[in-house]
């Protein structure tokens, strides 16, 4: 499955509040937490915030103009070029991309969510490996509030090197962080499965079902559990929400094609 290549922007911007079929919670945020200092700062803060918002709703273009506004204000201000890396990534403009995250973190290092953002678009680009100690950073920042999500994006990227273990650790600390991460929970999920640790991958898939309505890419997790454990009820019943729900996703082709592992 594709997994981390489609990624939503909607999802990109929220967190990793999504779903548990990991449809990418990578990149974050362009805004800062940081209070603004002065006014050619709180232009440039007013301007990435909106800036933000426009990428939100898929308007890059507009993205784009209100980071070269808000840098028109404060040349310095490291968010509104963490947003054009952001957008740039969006777009698929790669060395653009890189420039500005390298821009960013040039004149924020420290900063938590730049180096979230940074190391997904690594771990976007080929460069896993990389993309660990930039999510670490972010992740063992203390000021930082939500260090479930870079260790959330280190546990895929580590699947992504194939890398299970390591990827598990991550997941798991990211979900004592927050145990509503359904993202962290879809992928524990698929690791207990590929492990043949079944009964293990239906309690988190069964926790996903508890605070959200399910996903594709969840149902047919959970309905290949239960086809491993014998239950061919719950298998139907799963298989249903599928054909109801979701007729022509990649999901529901692979059940008519019979193609469960």
């Known amino acids: 499955m594709k997994i981390l290549v489609a990624i939503s922007l909607a999802v990109m911007l929220a967190g ?3 779903t548990g079929g990991g449809t990418g919670q990578g990149a974050q945020q362009a805004v800062s937490a940081q209070p603004a200092e002065n ?5 440039a803060k007013v301007h990435t915030e909106l800036g933000s918002l426009y990428m939100l709703d898929g308007r890059s273009a507009i993205a784009l103009e209100e980071a070269r506004i808000a840098l028109s204000a404060d040349p310095n201000y490291a968010p509104a070029y963490n947003l054009l890396g952001l957008t740039h990534m969006v777009l698929n403009e790669t060395r653009l991309a890189e420039e500005n995250f390298q821009k960013a973190l040039r004149l924020a290092p420290g900063d938590p969510e730049i180096s979230n953002n940074y190391g997904w678009f690594l771990c976007q680009s080929g460069r896993e490996q990389l993309s660990i100690s930039h999510f670490m950073a972010a992740a063992q920042n203390p000021l930082y509030t939500t260090p479930t999500k870079p260790y959330t994006n ?11 273990q390591a990827a598990e650790d991550y997941l798991l600390t990211a979900l004592r962080l927050s145990p509503t991460n359904t993202q962290a929970l879809f992928w524990l999920a698929d690791i207990a499965y590929r492990k043949g640790r079944h009964a293990e991958a239906r309690q988190w898939t069964t926790d996903i079902e508890k605070m959200m309505e399910p996903t594709a890419e969840v149902i047919w997790l959970a309905l290949r559990i239960e086809r491993k454990l014998g239950n061919r009820e719950a298998e139907a019943r799963y298989a249903t929400q599928l054909r109801r729900r979701f007729l022509g996703s990649p999901e529901q082709r692979l059940l008519a094609q019979g193609q469960y592992d």
């Open 154 to 164: 280190a546990g895929i990227c580590s699947l992504r090197l194939k890398q299970d």
């Open 16 to 18: 990793c509040t999504a």
């Open 39 to 43: 006014e050619q700062q709180q232009r």
